[in-house]
């Protein structure tokens, strides 16, 4: 890739005279030597498969595996047709969407890991509902996944994206990250306002840290990435209407290498602390396990599929 960093995708846009997605479409096709047109049908192949998703779990509740979670996606829908919710329609549907997702990929059901599977809602939370309010077109939407793969492929290649490496910040924040710029994008903002989208929605979840109960992708997975999707509209707003990241978003992103680097182990994945240890936490385990944790969590689904740049 001919960027390392998002100010120099900015510098690459304005030397190009491209939008972010359509750099990095061009530098997916150099770096792998296959028709751009091949993998724009791959990625749109990906988008059929965020659509699906995000349909499943609101319609009719998806359990878990575990029995744990599911149908929340189905409760915010039906809340959403009968009350004026509190964050209006268009972000609590997005909202709705993310869950629903979520729950599908607790199901063991087929999502995109975005960029994992733990924060795979996010995207096509944000995507998919601002399409049917906005009437884009797919194409559009698929440019908006390569524009959010460039910021991800950034914030991978200087930070985390894993829960592992990095705590939640890594996971649901790297993916508010990538949907805040491209929403922006798609919303019609420059390069560099997509790029402060992203500054401004990785301060939003700095410090936040990877607890899974029972080492599960469920709680609180599921709910992050229903709160991920309004934070990434919030944070396109705000970049839309000017706000800037004033600390520059390529520092936003050395902040949180080096928050995650000091994070201790038990809030990183390891089901050792934050939530999952808590009384009702170990209840889960135990009823769950007996008293061990069961399986690890960020790449949960065995059915996931990763368009990309995952460490
Ligand atoms: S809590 Fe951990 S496993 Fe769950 S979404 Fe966040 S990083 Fe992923």
Redesign the pocket.
């Known amino acids: 890739m001919k960027f390392a960093t998002l100010s120099q995708l900015v510098e690459c846009c304005r030397e190009e005279g491209s939008t972010i997605g359509q750099l990095m479409l061009s530098e997916q096709g150099k770096e792998t030597g296959q028709p751009v047109e091949q993998i724009f049908r791959q990625m749109a192949e990906y988008y059929e498969v965020m659509k699906e998703a995000v349909h499943r779990g609101i319609h009719e509740p998806v359990p878990s595996r575990s029995g744990l979670t599911g149908g929340d996606a189905v409760r915010v829908m039906d809340y959403l047709g009968s009350s004026m919710p509190s964050l209006g329609a268009e972000a609590c549907t997005a909202l709705a969407y993310a869950l629903s997702v979520s729950e599908v990929n607790a199901s063991m059901g087929r999502i995109i890991a975005t960029p994992?599977?733990?924060?795979c809602g996010i995207i096509p939370g944000v995507f998919v509902s601002s399409q049917q309010r906005l009437g884009w077109e797919d194409e559009q939407l698929v440019m908006g996944l390569f524009a959010a793969g460039a910021i991800g492929y950034v914030i991978a290649n200087n930070s985390f994206i894993?829960?592992?490496e990095g705590?939640?910040q890594?996971?649901?924040g790297s993916a508010i990250g990538m949907a805040a710029g491209a929403l922006t994008e798609l919303r019609g903002g420059s390069p560099e306002q997509a790029v402060h989208a992203v500054g401004l929605a990785l301060k939003n979840s700095l410090g936040?840290?990877?607890?899974?109960v029972g080492g599960l992708?469920e709680i609180?997975?599921i709910v992050?990435?229903g709160f991920g999707a309004v934070t990434a509209l919030a944070a396109a707003d705000m970049a839309l209407a000017g706000v800037r990241s004033v600390i520059p978003s390529d520092e936003v992103v050395e902040v949180m290498l080096e928050v995650g680097t000091a994070m201790p182990s038990k809030h990183r994945?390891t089901a050792k602390g934050g939530l999952a240890q808590t009384p009702t936490g170990k209840k889960i385990l135990k009823d769950l396990y007996g008293t061990s944790p069961g399986n690890s969590?960020?790449t949960?689904s065995e059915t996931s599929e990763d368009p990309g740049d995952r460490k």
Request: hydrophobic content about 25%; glycine content about 12%; aromatic content about 0%.
């Open positions: 994992t599977a733990g924060s894993s829960g592992a705590g939640c890594a996971e649901v936040l840290i990877c607890d899974p992708v609180p997975c992050r990435n994945e969590c960020n949960s």
